[in-house]
């Protein structure tokens, strides 16, 4: 090692945060897939200092640099040290990007990742808001599930959730924009795909990370509220309801401390049953008002279709419902092209693939968006 | 030429027609862009005796030899015979297919063309029924218009139109379909590109061919009620809407014999007046209603999105109010990937990229839907 | 018919023939694929006066619009006047491209294509010279054969050749050249693929289009010595050699007339035999030195392999000793991807995707070539 | 961490090294950008035990899971163990392969990677051998340079090779074949890229690793003679030469100790001195000898062009003249598609795209060699 300078973040002259975060804390928790902390720096070897904690599912991060994929690694837990580049031209400046790959973990109250500095002989320099900004609110498709690992492979696990290979970064990038992520693995609107009524996102939008648990987690500020004027979302696209749909498919679930039991239902001819598809519907507008209570200038784009065009009907009428009742018409429902066999990854979910074709939908209608808006 | 033996249609022992027609009329009119009169043939040269009229607008069509594009050519008026093949070994069965590239044209009476049967010096063998049988109900889109001719190509005429290079021809050969096509450009549900009220779809859709006009169409029948029995639609893919849009941003259309206006209307805020939606969505309900009459078995997609996604959540929510009323399932809303500067063909319109990116979502939709239909 | 205009080629103010040609012949014959007259006219109608014959292989042509392929058809024989575009505003300056896609044909001494002149409604315009010249040498494949047709089709037939579906062409359009063709179908450098030492491109390289037969082609000036001052080739392709190969796995090839038999050998190992590869060798560098004799300038390009890499051990070999012979480094080997199950097209030749292949890297290499170009 | 088992490569019942190796031996060094160490295994979790050493140069390996990509990663020095996997269903065998991103380092002799064993909770299975056995001679194309890193990324280091985006790894994969690589960026046939003579890989060819330096590398036998019985190659792709045209274009290189200049030499057009290229064909021709020596059943494909097609004739030559001399015929020469500006990646060098292009013309050539083969 050469003579490298530690710096805690608060040391660091510059730097940026993606993702939800509170400004200014040190060390910075990085809660989400696509979280990550970013640095245009010189020198010829730039390292990391990280914490680590998890009790199940382990910490798997990205690093970018110069805005190309450099590696991706399983971290264990622990303080430690990473090393990001060595052996550079010193006079260069360098953009890094060390993103969590990992979405919150809802399940495992220990799981964390906190950046604390940075070492390096180099200077760190200012990286400056990308054009557009906006946010991903999702279940298992923006946490990326499936983009990683093969099709034969049906684990549940962190090493096959990226933020590397999603249809989010793909946009982002495309965009030139920086972008937010909230998303769950088998959480819904309404209900999760098992119909427990507490899986379900809106219930956690408003806290900065409410897609985890714990005493670190909660001591780290995860729960408490979002200042969502911290930033101001161009476009919030929700790919929401694949899970709903699985919803119908399943037995009720059954309240432990209750022992009540949710369950959206079907009838006998296959259709879904009316006041169950009421329900969801509520959802949706329920979910739409405190999107726009939150984020007053975005345009909203409700995507669907990844893993199906089940609910389509209903997200639309929803959508149509809301509107006449607000009159709010800054929103857009596109379904997104649905997953093949051909584009399938690991664990029955979307590949890179289908991310790509997803993006490119995606992508395509943004860039037509932000050049009309006046 | 050798010895070559004449058939009328009536004296082919083996023939197919492709598109809306009457079952053993000789000799057969082709009315829509793919329709087509198909035969598998032996022999060493093939003919077709045909008759082409038209007043402004010149007839075009196709050829395929084997499932292979060989040849597209203007149609000169007259009766007379071109040779579809020649030089060829005379033991094969060569399949070849005949086909309409231009519209119905509303625009030009005199616009026809009449297949009046074969020459060669082969034999006949029959033509199988494909797999699936679909039909495709739009206007411009559906018609072709824009998959050739260059980009900077403005006209509105016949040589940018094709069935060659249509989604409606990409899917049907991709499911081994059989494919009805029934299109105009310019036309609507409710209204036309230009307020129109008479260039709306639904007004056509119940006679053999109502998008013609003229004494001669009239006497091949154009006019007389379809015969609804004689074809069996699995999927019934709608595409329109995109002029109903352009309506909202054309001036009035008046009525040269009564005088009367007819307008669609935005408000100050750029959205749609809420009755004037109203009444397309009402055009909407009350065709799918005529489609499901017609064709009790077959599974509706309204596609909509190569030109803009404008009415998504209008015909969404007139699709919702149909299934509300009716207690009919057995329908879909399905997005189309927005056509880009780099997908976009002439006049406009999507080009041969757009017309693929879209045909795939259809065909990777009907390959599901065909797979887990009891 | 509007009122059109007729003008014979004489009296067209601006045209621009492609391919081998007498500057000022009128009419104009159109010898090899590629061959073409090419306009830039306003108005709304343009039709070509034309004159075909053939006795065994029908003529078939190709039409571009703008730059975009339009039509392709099959001639009949006779003197008449098709019609290229109609209905179009008048004041647009169109170009218009009408293309000859069948080789010269050596086995039909009728075959013929004449272009009298034009009749429109518009005026003519000057059509400019291209960036660059290109020249290419072929046989079979650069005849096009193959690019049209499906995969289980293996009639010898002018229907499924071009020069629409040409890497020549593809070349070409990527380069903005003009490209001059001259190739036949089983050809070779020493003798055609059975071994018949006549069927040799070097011995009517030399003559306008020495590549056809008959007093009608002899009139025609078609067997004068070519004026290679005409033009100033940048880079010359040859892409021979394939049939050559074939030769090696033919039966002896006997002289009608004399009863002497050729016949090019392999070893009992399956190698070729070394007396019998230094005849090709020499027929090589004898034509290089040709090929240099009549274009100082030209950087030459021996391309091979998209029927298998057989020879190019030994065309390298010839190239080398050429080059040791007379100095000239100027010429570069170059080996085009092979074809393969999924790039072959009818007949067992190269399909369209394998021509794009093969353009590609021809491509690349002379966007090189001509970017560090003194 | 559960309970796991601790195995030594000695007590590990199965498992496959892959690349150059000495059979049995533990711990067991990988030498050579995709050398590896790859397992078939049950159980949640598995660790790799390595150690890890350089002194400049830092180590990258690579991890596949079940054939598919899942993480790349810097290592640091020292003896440690890796997780692989955890958390997944213990019973299913997953194929696990644990890879040298980094080619041998002439430049570092530290640098140096071993594997000692496994921790798991699994068991281990066989793994068989592929239909195929490959071998790639090459410099830093074959070590992957170019295939990491932005465009604008100039530094000579590891991060920017890799297997896992080589040629080499893609051919392999699509032919169902085991592969050993032996490279070294700089590095030619007669000199390396600067004109020292020293950086010839035929000098190192005989040894197991010739490409490193120090007493660890040679403690671990790295410059014993190798075994070239332990495996019989079915095709040995050499990709040589680049580096030896690059010498043309440098100054001369002076022996630090003797002070004697080496220099390829142009002449004043620019084309390369006879005797200068005579060296070199020499060499070519020398290592062909050596080659087959201990290859006698390989095929020998002579790969070239990725960077420039400038010494493809003398390339032929040499082979020419080798065939000529020797009596054998089973080598070709094949030339891969040149990198351009939208196939390049970092430090000038093949990015993946160009690679995979490559790959695609080898994997289709070896694929009809493999399937003509008697």
Redesign the interface.
């Known amino acids: 090692m050469n003579d490298l300078k530690k710096y805690t973040l608060k040391e660091t002259p510059h730097y940026k945060v993606h993702g939800r975060t509170q400004p200014g804390v040190c060390p910075v928790p990085l809660f989400f897939n696509g979280s990550a902390v970013e640095v245009n720096v010189s020198g010829s070897e730039l390292w990391i200092d990280i914490e680590v904690s998890y009790h199940?599912?382990?910490m798997w991060i990205g690093c970018e640099?110069?805005?190309?994929?450099?590696?991706?690694?399983?971290l264990?837990p622990g303080t430690y040290s990473l090393?990001l580049?060595?052996?550079?031209?010193p006079e260069p400046v360098k953009n890094v990007r060390f993103t969590r790959e990992l979405q919150a973990m809802t399940e495992d109250e220990d799981c964390c990742l906190l950046v604390h500095g940075f070492q390096t002989d180099g200077t760190f320099h200012p990286v400056p808001a990308k054009k557009y900004t906006l946010e991903f609110v999702g279940d298992s498709i923006t946490s990326g599930e499936g983009t990683?690992?093969?099709k034969?492979?049906?684990?549940w696990?962190?090493?096959y959730m990226s933020y590397s290979r999603d249809y989010a970064k793909m946009t982002a990038d495309a965009l030139n924009a920086d972008a937010y992520l909230i998303s769950q693995g088998g959480w819904g609107v309404l209900t999760g795909w098992d119909n427990n009524p507490n899986s379900n996102i809106p219930s956690r939008y408003e806290q900065l990370c409410g897609l985890c648990q714990g005493k670190k987690n909660e001591s780290l500020g995860a729960f408490t509220p979002y200042d969502f004027s911290s930033r101001k979302i161009d476009a919030l696209i929700v790919n929401l309801g694949t899970n709903d749909a699985s919803a119908f498919e399943q037995p009720a679930w059954h309240d432990p401390d209750t022992g009540k039991a949710y369950e959206q239902r079907k009838n006998p001819?296959g259709?879904y049953q009316e006041d169950d598809l009421n329900h969801f519907e509520e959802a949706v507008i329920s979910f739409l008002k405190m999107l726009r209570k939150h984020n007053p200038q975005a345009h909203i784009i409700w995507c669907y279709g990844m893993l199906g065009?089940y609910l389509?009907?209903a997200i639309?009428?929803a959508?149509?419902r809301y509107?006449a009742e607000t009159g709010d018409?800054n929103l857009?429902?596109?379904?997104l092209?649905?997953t093949?066999g051909e584009t399938v990854g690991?664990h029955e979910h979307p590949g890179e693939p289908s991310h790509r074709r997803a993006a490119?939908?995606l992508i395509?209608?943004l860039?037509?968006y932000f050049a009309n808006r006046k």
Chains 1, 2, 3, 4 share one sequence.
Do not use: W
């Open positions: 199940v599912h382990e640099i110069n805005g190309e994929f450099m590696s991706r690694q399983m264990m090393c580049f060595r052996g550079m031209s990683y690992g093969a034969e492979d049906y684990d696990i962190p090493m001819d259709t065009y389509s009907a639309n009428d959508m149509h509107t018409h857009l429902f596109l379904q092209p649905n093949t690991s490119q939908v395509e209608y860039q037509d």
